[in-house]
Structures are given as structure tokens and as C-alpha cells.
T-cell receptor, first 116, second 113 residues
Framework: AQKVTQAQTEISVVEKEDVTLDCVYE???????LFWYKQPPSGELVFLIR??????QNEISGRYSWNFQKSTSSFNFTITASQVVDSAVYFC?????????????FGTGTQLKVEL | GAVVSQHPSRVICKSGTSVKIECRSL??????MFWYRQFPKKSLMLMAT?????????EQGVEKDKFLINHASLTLSTLTVTSAHPEDSSFYIC?????????FGSGTQLSVL
């Protein structure tokens, strides 16, 4: 069975602070994908990143960066110089790479509030 | 990017009525469709998986007779909540897949009175 744990239910920061959202996962599959999604109050899911289990290289995209540590089964997400527009719920998700479709197992989400 | 159209975005209905939610992939063909539901301030939980022309596979605890899924074509899937009750009030999201790429609809907020 797969499991994704986002221990931080809610985080509040002041604008321009850096913030890291934690994600720990469990899977027996050797090949899998990890994702991060942003869900603003409007509800739609915004894709942020997909990471293959064989690619442990960290990634940076603008103010966003991701740290994939296979040894600790973690895939943490850092927002640098946070902005009010970053306020949203962020979900980490996992899927095995199978022929049956990539159904996602989501974490419980982290509510990020960025205040002025 | 791929466009997914999910309608309606919001629906309010009386208890006992049925509600149909449509999910269309506008510029690609979805070989597989996933349907998720999300309770307020909760995570997304997979309800069912369907492939075009086949019966849907439901996750444990999801009533197949209550949540009817039709995936008649590669660009359209529907979820019908039959005889809806207040406990069915939730946010429903479709997720079409094409070539190992996942997309999401904008979601449907269902409120059953």
C-alpha cells in the first residue's frame, strides 16, 4: 500500500519569508512518481512538479525548489521569499508507474497562509 | 497545456435527486479517467478508475450503484451521483490521463440540501 504523509497541517508565514513544506512517502514500488500540486481557494489543482523515483536531482523553478531524498523517502518543497499569492493548500502525491493508469495517492495537504 | 472542462462547477440539489457531472478533455484523448472526491479541508480520495468503453473500477468503500461512471468516449466521462443525500456533499474532481500525463478538471462543488 502507498502512503503520503504531510505532517504540517497549517503553516503561517510573513511575506518574504522562506517556507518548507514536508512530504514523506511510503511505497513498495521501485519505480514511482512524486508530485506537488497547489490548490488555491478556487479549488482547481495546479500542477507544480513531477519527479521520477530514479531522478534524485534537486530542482529549482523560480522561487520554488524541491529536495528529493530517497534515503529518507522525503520530497520536500521550499518556497523562497513567499508572497501572499502563494497562500493555498499544497498537496504531495505519489503514484506507481504501472500499466493500469497512474492513480494518485495524496497526502492530507498543508494549508499555507502568507500574510503581509 | 491540455484543457479539461468539468461542469457544472457548482450544483445545489435536493436530497433524493440525481446529479450528473461531466468531464471533457478538449484537446486530447483520455485513455483513463480518475474521479476523486474531497471533503472540506481534507485530502483527495480516489473514487474510481475508468477506461474508455469499459466498466469503472471502484475503490473500496465506494458504492458503484450510487456513483455511476460512464466513459463512453476518449473525450468525455460522466459521474452521476444517484439519489444524492447530504453526506454526498463534497468537491468532485475528474482527472483524465493521456500518455502517462495527468490532468485535472476544475472540480464540482456539490451541495445536497
Amino acid at each position: 500500500a502507498q502512503k503520503v504523509t504531510q505532517a504540517q497541517t497549517e503553516i503561517s508565514v510573513v511575506e518574504k519569508e522562506d517556507v518548507t513544506l514536508d512530504c514523506v512517502y511510503e511505497t513498495r514500488d521501485t519505480t514511482y512518481y512524486l508530485f506537488w500540486y497547489k490548490q488555491p481557494p478556487s479549488g482547481e489543482l495546479v500542477f507544480l512538479i513531477r519527479r521520477n523515483s530514479f531522478d534524485e536531482q534537486n530542482e529549482i523553478s523560480g522561487r520554488y525548489s524541491w529536495n528529493f531524498q530517497k534515503s529518507t523517502s522525503s520530497f520536500n518543497f521550499t518556497i523562497t521569499a513567499s508572497q501572499v499569492v502563494d497562500s493555498a493548500v499544497y498537496f504531495c502525491a505519489l503514484t506507481a508507474v504501472t500499466g493500469g493508469g497512474n492513480k494518485l495517492t495524496f497526502g492530507t495537504g498543508t494549508q499555507l497562509k502568507v500574510e503581509l | 497545456g491540455a484543457v479539461v472542462s468539468q461542469h457544472p462547477s457548482r450544483v445545489i440539489c435536493k436530497s433524493g435527486t440525481s446529479v450528473k457531472i461531466e468531464c471533457r478533455s478538449l484537446d486530447f484523448q483520455a485513455t483513463t479517467m480518475f474521479w476523486y472526491r474531497q471533503f472540506p479541508k481534507k485530502s483527495l480520495m480516489l473514487m474510481a478508475t475508468s477506461n474508455e468503453g469499459s466498466k469503472a473500477t471502484y475503490e473500496q468503500g465506494v458504492e458503484k450503484d450510487k456513483f455511476l461512471i460512464n466513459h463512453a468516449s476518449l473525450t468525455l466521462s460522466t459521474l452521476t451521483v444517484t439519489s444524492a443525500h447530504p453526506e454526498d456533499s463534497s468537491f468532485y474532481i475528474c482527472s483524465p490521463q493521456a500518455n502517462e500525463k495527468l490532468f485535472f478538471g476544475s472540480g464540482t462543488q456539490l451541495s445536497v440540501l
